[in-house]
């Protein structure tokens, strides 16, 4: 991938994995959450959804955009200039309505994602948000798509992205998935052709390695 890319600007790598889940079912979903080991080679921009109880901490801890009504006000005016959201429980009834404009961005804070927070867990939640974590889910086909950092990475922090994004992966199987878990997987970058890689060997990747 290194060798045929062109570009002349820091091309996002990105992972593409083909799974055998049936998507229509939804206890065969395939949703989580990984902090990579090297970062994304981006600034996370990190919203917190808070009261008073974790404002001055979400501050202290990095957060670019802290508050409650005023946020909601101007989401719902269509600004979304941000990475990640972050909510604590008490305000998460406030910004239900919100869910039809961050839902399909991925931005809707939620317990299953791990960004529905307690106050006191806001700087432990910021700092993964900032340092490379990265949702992953099944798509309407079945397919997950990730980026795993930049094609000036050096190869091995690369490696270890994907090994540890697959890793994570891998124990998410469904229980009610029979047979064959991954189908196909490829890499790409931004301007690059896909490239297919070995499923034994991808699958036999450790985030140790």
């Known amino acids: 991938m ?26 065969q979903m395939v949703r989580g959450v990984v902090s990579m080991p090297h970062g994304l080679g981006k600034t996370m921009r990190v919203l917190v959804f808070t009261g008073s109880d974790g404002s001055e901490i979400a501050r202290q801890a990095g957060a670019d955009f802290v ?9 719902e005016g269509g600004w979304v200039d941000f990475d990640i959201g972050l909510a604590t429980p008490q305000v998460m009834p406030k910004i239900g309505k919100l869910g ?14 791990g960004t529905m927070v307690q106050p006191q867990d806001l700087p432990r939640a910021i700092q993964e948000a900032k340092g490379g974590r990265t949702e992953y889910r099944t798509d309407r086909t079945a397919i997950i798509h990730c980026a795993i ?20 992966i891998s124990q998410d199987r469904p229980a009610a998935l029979k047979g064959q878990y ?12 896909s490239i297919l890689l070995d499923l034994a060997t991808l699958q036999a990747l450790r985030p140790e390695d």
């Open 2 to 27: 290194k060798d045929v890319s062109t570009a002349k600007f820091d091309e996002t790598v990105e992972f593409h994995l083909r799974t055998n889940v049936d998507p229509r079912h939804a206890d």
């Open 67 to 75: 508050g409650e009504d005023e946020l909601i006000e101007r989401i």
């Open 100 to 113: 039809r404009i961050l839902g399909r961005r991925g931005l809707m804070p939620n317990p299953r994602s």
């Open 149 to 168: 950092g930049k094609i000036s990475f050096e190869t091995n922090m690369l490696l270890g992205n994907l090994a540890t994004l697959t890793y994570a």
């Open 182 to 193: 991954f189908r196909s997987a490829y890499l790409t970058s931004s301007m690059g052709p």
